[in-house]
């Protein structure tokens, strides 16, 4: 909530949803280069950046123990559920959580959309 309401504070402030980011992140990489003052970013750099931390590199990164550090390494390399980049579509989460879940983030997002009412 600190975000929401610091939001008049910096010149410019972008709110972007992982939604559009997994539809067109090249877009939404674009918006975010413009907000930081990149108005003209080369294509070709734009577009490896994408690929670079799409889907399957950032798993093949994650398999290959590219960052070396804990934070980012899988318990297991056998099983792809201990991975963090684990299957790569939205809505996933609810394939890992239980009713009494649901419940509690439904009402963390209610308090929420208060805030943005008042």
Known sequence: ???????????????????DLHLDPR???????EVIGV???DAGLLDAAVHYAGFECMQALERSDYFSTDILRAGSIEDKENYKVRRGHIGGFREYLIDDDFAYVDGVIADFR???IY
């Open 1 to 19: 909530m600190h975000w929401y309401a610091a939001q008049s504070i910096p010149r410019t402030f972008l709110t972007i949803g992982s939604e």
């Open 27 to 33: 877009l939404e990489l674009q918006r975010i280069l």
């Open 39 to 41: 108005t003209e970013p």
């Open 114 to 116: 208060r805030s943005f």
